[in-house]
């Protein structure tokens, strides 16, 4: 910790995005990594919370939770599992070209991170249209009967799917608006070497979201035990 | 905090400390994340009883430790995010070792 000092000439070179209240870059790069990880602790208990009433139903219905899986296109899962985990590398390799000052190299690797996260929702919404057509979709929509007994069930499975891969989706959005807002800074030289924080706090929710999916893939998607027709 | 495998550039004065990975470490940090879908994939095709779960959560769990350590550069990050992060995960732990010391134990019954 510096003393603050009243010399002029310590502010006389500022860079034009050091915040007023930061005596330094390396202070408000740490203090905003700080507060992007508290924003992720809430995001974490946030996911939590669904995932564990997920976990109490699959408990106590295993044979609904599983034929509820059944229900989902499995390899869709995984091929959006694999397109997330590419638009996670780019958005890394995003960050280390705004570390090395390489702002078309930052760029371009932004923009891939948006097309690969497009992909994703492409794909999701492809399921989402099927699922509505096969009738699974909870509420007066939903006529999916093939195990009666099991029905009312397979619907509160369905229920934690779509609020689950919803929500998700939704962090997916606001990702991708946030990296058209992150293309056009890096495309007007606002990073480098000195000022890439924001990059990498854009990347940190970016990674959060494809952990996220990384644990709905199993959970909606693979759960072993189903016998129906 | 510096390693044979980090890069260390040092900038102007009071700028923020640059770890910059080294490409390969992000690229076999992919491969294993892609690796560990497949098994996830793989595991789920058979039926190992009770083990089903558990494979598929040890490795989510490994895939999310590798995005945070490396894609999240934790591993270079300061301890009081350490403590923010491990502390995040204990209230995860707490909501969840609490509703199911409650659930898993209303009826004498093994779900």
Redesign the interface.
Known sequence: MSVVTNDPSAHEHHHPFLQHHF?????Q??AS??GM??F??TE??FF??VL?AY??YR??Y?EAWAIGAAQQI?WLG?IN??VL??S??T???A??NA??GRRMGTVAMLIATLFFGSIFLGVKAYEYTKHWQEGLFPGLAFHWNEVPALAPKVQLFMTFYWTLTGLHALHMVIGAGLLLWFIWRAWAGHFG??Y??PV?IM??YW??V??VW??L??FLY????AHHG | MADATTTDIEHAEHAPHVHVTPLLTYFLVFLALAIGTILTVAASRYDLGMWNTPIALVIATIKAVLVILFFMHVIHSTRLTWVVIIASFLWLGVLFVLTFADYLTRVWKIY
């Open positions: 005596e330094d870059l390396g202070q790069h740490e990594t700080l990880w508290m992720l602790a974490i208990l939590g919370g564990c976990w109490i408990v106590m295993p499995w995984a599992t694999i985990i590419i996670s590398l958005m890394a390799l960050v280390r570390q090395l070497p000195e890439y924080g990498e990347g940190l990674h959060f494809d952990i990384i644990f893939f199993p693979l759960i072993h035990g």
